[in-house]
C-alpha cells in the first residue's frame, strides 16, 4: 500500500515537471515568430519606401534605380525564402500572431495608388495651379485698375458765359425819391476760363494727391447800360476767385472743401448826376463745401454752395462806399453752383452749368446819405465751354485704364509651393524608413 502510494506521487511530480517544460517551449517558440515577422516586415517597408523614393525624369538616377531595384529584388527574394523556409511555421505563426493586419496591408496599396496618381495625373494639379494663379492675377489688376482710374490731376477749360444781373433796392419809392432806379441786365455776355490743379497727383496717391488749387476768371464785354434820364453809357463787369481745395475720395461720391478769395466787379460809367448807380466791387473770402459724383465713366455731376464773407462792396471813387452814396453800407452774399462734365475723347471733355450769386447790401443811410435802407444784387450764369483732363498717378488720360501688372505680393501668395511639396514628400519617405 505504501509502494503504490510512492508511485503515485512520483508520476504526478513527473507530470509537472513535463508541463513546465513544454510551456518553456512553447513561449520561446512563440518569441522568436515574433522577432522573425517583426524583422520580414520591416524588410518589405524598407523596399517599398526605396521605390517611392525613385525620381520620375532623370538619366543620372537610372544606376541608382536599377541599384534599388535589385536591392528590392533582393529584399524581395530573401523575403520569398525566408517564406517558403517559414511555410511550416505559418500556422503556428497564425496561431501566435493572430491573423493578418489588413489594414496595414491597405496602406501600401493606398500609398502606390497615391503615387500613380501623382504620376499620372501630375499634368491636371499644375494646370489647376495655373489658373489659381491667372485667377487671383486678374481679380488683383482689375482691383488696382479699378483704383487708378479714379480722379484728375488737371482740369483746364474756356467757355463763352451769359450772364443775368437784377439790382433793387428795398424801397422803390425811397430809391426814386433818391435818384437811384431798379436795374436789369438780360443777359449780358462773357468769355470765362476755370482751372482745378493737383500737382503732388501725377506723382503719388496719398493724401497730397486731393490737396490742389482752383480758380475762376469771368470777363464780360458789348454791355451799355441806358440811366434814368435816357442815357446809354459803357457797362463793363467782370469777377475771378482763387484758392485751395481738398477732395476727399469714397468712392463714386467725392465731397470736397474750399476757400477762396474773390473779387466780382460791375461798373457803370458815371455822369456825375443824380441819376448815376453806384459801382460795386465786391471782394470777399468764400470758404465752401462740395461733391463730385461719378454717374459714369465719362460722366460726372459737380454741385457746390458757399457762404461770401464780404470784405469790402467797393469804397473807391463812385462805389457805393464811397461819401457819394452810402459810406457807411456793408454786404456779405451766398452762391452756389452746378455743373455737369463729359468726356468726348482722349483729354478733351465738355462741361456745362450754372451759377447763382446773390448779395445782401445794408446801407445804413444818414442824413448825410440818400434815404435808402438796402438793396439785393443778383446774378444769374449759364454757361458752358470745352476743357482738357488730365488723370494722375494709376489712371490714364481720358479715362481709359492704364495697363497694370498683376500684384507681386499676390501673385507670390498664389502661386504653387514647390519646394513645400517635395519637403511633404521626403518627410513622408522619412516616416516610412523609420517604420
Known amino acids: 500500500m505504501k509502494g503504490l502510494f510512492a508511485g503515485l506521487v512520483v508520476a504526478v511530480a513527473l507530470a509537472s515537471v513535463g508541463s513546465d517544460a513544454s510551456a518553456a517551449v512553447t513561449d520561446e517558440a512563440a518569441a522568436t515568430l515574433v522577432a522573425k515577422a517583426r524583422s520580414r516586415h520591416h524588410a518589405v517597408s524598407i523596399a517599398k519606401a526605396k521605390k517611392r523614393k525613385r525620381p520620375a525624369n532623370s538619366g543620372s538616377s537610372g544606376k541608382a534605380d536599377s541599384a534599388d531595384d535589385a536591392a528590392g529584388g533582393d529584399d524581395d527574394a530573401g523575403k520569398g525564402a525566408s ?3 517559414d511555410a511550416g511555421e505559418d500556422t503556428k505563426e497564425d496561431a501566435v500572431l493572430g491573423p493578418p493586419n489588413k489594414k496595414k496591408a491597405a496602406a501600401p496599396a493606398a500609398a502606390s495608388a497615391d503615387e500613380d496618381s501623382s504620376g499620372g495625373g ?14 487671383v492675377s486678374s481679380k ?13 490731376a488737371l482740369e483746364f477749360g474756356v467757355g463763352a458765359k451769359a450772364m443775368f444781373r437784377q439790382l433793387s433796392w428795398t424801397s422803390e419809392a425811397d430809391a426814386r425819391a433818391a435818384g437811384l432806379g431798379p436795374y436789369h441786365l438780360t443777359p449780358g455776355p462773357e468769355t470765362g476760363a476755370w482751372l ?13 494727391a486731393n490737396v490742389g488749387l482752383f480758380g475762376r476768371f469771368d470777363y464780360g464785354f458789348g454791355v451799355a447800360t441806358t440811366l434814368a434820364n435816357g442815357t446809354d453809357v459803357a457797362t463793363s463787369f467782370r469777377d475771378y476767385l482763387g484758392g485751395i481745395k481738398v477732395r476727399i475720395p469714397t468712392g463714386s461720391f467725392i465731397p470736397n472743401v ?13 455822369q456825375q448826376n443824380g441819376t448815376d448807380l453806384p459801382k460795386l466791387a465786391y471782394q470777399f ?12 465713366p465719362t460722366i460726372a455731376l459737380d454741385a457746390a454752395v458757399a457762404y461770401l464773407m464780404v ?29 455737369v462734365a463729359v468726356k468726348l475723347t482722349g483729354s478733351v471733355g465738355a462741361r456745362a452749368g450754372a451759377d447763382f ?19 439785393v444784387d443778383r446774378y444769374i450764369v449759364a454757361w458752358a465751354g470745352l476743357e482738357v483732363v488730365l488723370d494722375g498717378q494709376g489712371g490714364a488720360a481720358g479715362g481709359e485704364d492704364a495697363p497694370v501688372k498683376p500684384s507681386k505680393r499676390r501673385r507670390r501668395h498664389a502661386e504653387p509651393k514647390a519646394d513645400d511639396e517635395s519637403t511633404d514628400d521626403s518627410s513622408s519617405a522619412k516616416s516610412s524608413d523609420d517604420e
Do not use: C, M
Not at 140 to 152: I, M, N
Not at 327 to 336: E, F, M, Q, R
Open 83 to 85: 517564406a517558403s523556409g
Open 122 to 135: 501630375g499634368g491636371e494639379e499644375p494646370k489647376a495651379a495655373s489658373k489659381s494663379v491667372e485667377t
Open 140 to 152: 488683383a489688376s482689375s482691383e488696382e485698375a479699378g483704383a487708378g482710374s479714379a480722379l484728375p
Open 196 to 208: 482745378e490743379f493737383y500737382p503732388a497727383a501725377f506723382g503719388t496717391e496719398g493724401f497730397a
Open 258 to 270: 474750399s476757400v477762396a478769395y474773390g473779387q466780382q466787379l460791375f461798373e457803370i460809367a458815371q
Open 285 to 296: 473770402i468764400r470758404p465752401a463745401l462740395g461733391a463730385r459724383l461719378v454717374l459714369a
Open 311 to 339: 470784405l469790402d462792396p467797393g469804397s473807391g471813387a463812385d462805389h457805393i462806399k464811397s461819401a457819394r452814396f452810402f459810406p457807411k453800407a456793408t454786404s456779405y452774399g451766398i452762391d452756389a453752383s452746378v455743373s
Open 357 to 375: 450769386r446773390q448779395y445782401g447790401l445794408n446801407l445804413h443811410p444818414d442824413s448825410t446819405t440818400r434815404s435808402v435802407a438796402g438793396a
